[in-house]
């Protein structure tokens, strides 16, 4: 899921979609096992880039990613 995400998400042979990106980039966070997207969708959430503005739910993607890429 992360990495047909990074593919929406940078337009890597196909048209660039943030909306799409954001929903693998979640399923992929929903497994538990990939902080990078949790941190990517962290972002997303901060600029607003294919969802809603939210600075809350993007410090608490980042704190859960952060742990994810610790571990």
Do not use: C, I
């Not at 990106?21 to 901060?46: P, R, V």
Request: proline residues 1%; glycine residues 10%; charged residues 20%.
């Amino acid at each position: 899921m992360f990495s047909l995400g990074f593919v929406f998400f940078n337009a890597e042979g196909v048209a660039r979609n943030l909306p799409r990106a954001a929903d693998l980039y979640q399923q992929a966070a929903e497994q538990g096992n990939h902080g990078k997207a949790a941190t990517t969708l962290a972002y997303m959430h901060y600029h607003g880039d294919g969802v809603k503005r939210d600075y809350w739910r993007s410090a608490d993607l980042a704190r859960k990613g952060a742990a994810q890429v610790s571990e």
